[in-house]
Every structure is written in C-alpha cells, then in structure tokens.
C-alpha cells in the first residue's frame, strides 16, 4: 500500500493560474530544481542633456519592473492531479501546459481576457505574476523522436498593489543609509 501522497515530502514548486486573484484549475508543478532564482529591479531615469554639460544628467522618474527568472528541467513525469491523482505526462504535453499560459482566453473566437495572472510558489517563495516569457530547450528524444528530456526557462514579471519607498522598504526605520 503506498503512501498518501499529502504525508509526502514536497519536493516540486508550482504555477497556479489565477482569473480574477482565484486559482484557475490544477497547478502546473515543475521540479524543484532551479539551481537559481534570478531577480531585477528596473529603475527608469529621464536622461536630460543640458547645453554645454560634457556628460548627461538623470532625472528618476519612477521604480520599473521586477522580474524573476528560472530555469528547470522538464521530464516525462507524473502530474499530481485533481484529488491527488496521479497523471502520466510527457515533456510535450507539458511545453503545452506551459505555452498555454502564454495565450488570451477565448471564447467563441472572441477574446474574453489577456494571458492568466499566475502565482508562482517556490518553497516560502511565494509572488502574483505575469508570465514574460516560456523558452523550451529539447535535450534528448527517444527512438520515436518525441521529446524525453528538456530545460524550460521562465520570466515574470511581480505584480504589485502597493507603492515601495525607503520608509516602508526598511519597515519604518525612515532614510536609512545603505
């Protein structure tokens, strides 16, 4: 008799659409193998040339993007379903899984809303997203040429529903020096 899958150790991160801030159906998991998690924060500065200054001036003009990047290997593995059902899958139906994030909702050739929302959970590394981009690397195929092991490679963009300054970056200790 096998072991519940709940009293399991939780080795996968995971992908959760979300429409409206409620996840969306079942969770993509990938394996909890990115050897890192890149992170960037885009500043945007008005770049001012004055007359006669040898060299330009900035001007800030507000906080850019902040991105996340991972890559992680994709295998023929089984996806955790519904009820803890396990789901053979192979690496193409997973790119698919994958692009389908990338893709507007559509109902009757109408398009009802952009690309999902998705919340991105890595361990207690947990972030509101919109998908950027999916890249896919196929490694190695079997003797029917189908796909048996691949890279995929991810970038998000954080959503965030609150203003950062200094004062609230540093829980209230005011213009701290860095």
Not at 14 to 36: A, H, K, M, T, V
Not at 101 to 118: E, Y
Not at 138 to 145: G, P, S
């Amino acid at each position: 008799m096998g072991v519940p899958i709940s009293s399991k150790p939780f080795f996968m991160g995971s992908l959760f659409p979300l429409i409206d801030d409620i996840p969306d159906g079942i969770p993509i998991f990938f394996n909890y193998n990115p050897p890192e998690l890149k992170q960037q924060r885009q500043i945007e500065y008005e770049r001012i040339q004055p007359i006669g200054f040898s060299h330009p001036q900035y001007h800030y003009v507000g906080g850019g993007e902040s991105t996340h990047s991972i890559d992680f290997t994709v295998r023929n593995f089984r996806r955790i379903g519904q009820g803890g059902v396990r789901i053979p899958m192979s690496v193409d139906a997973y790119i698919a899984l994958l692009k389908d994030l990338t893709l507007p909702l559509r109902v009757g050739g109408q398009m009802i809303s952009g690309p999902p929302d998705i919340l991105f959970v890595l361990g207690a590394y947990v972030k509101t997203c919109k998908l950027l981009s999916v890249g896919v690397t196929v490694k190695k195929w079997n003797k029917f040429m189908l796909e048996e092991y691949a890279t995929a490679s991810m970038t998000f963009a954080e959503i965030h529903t609150t203003s950062e300054n200094r004062v609230n970056s540093f829980k209230g200790i005011g213009s701290a020096r860095l």
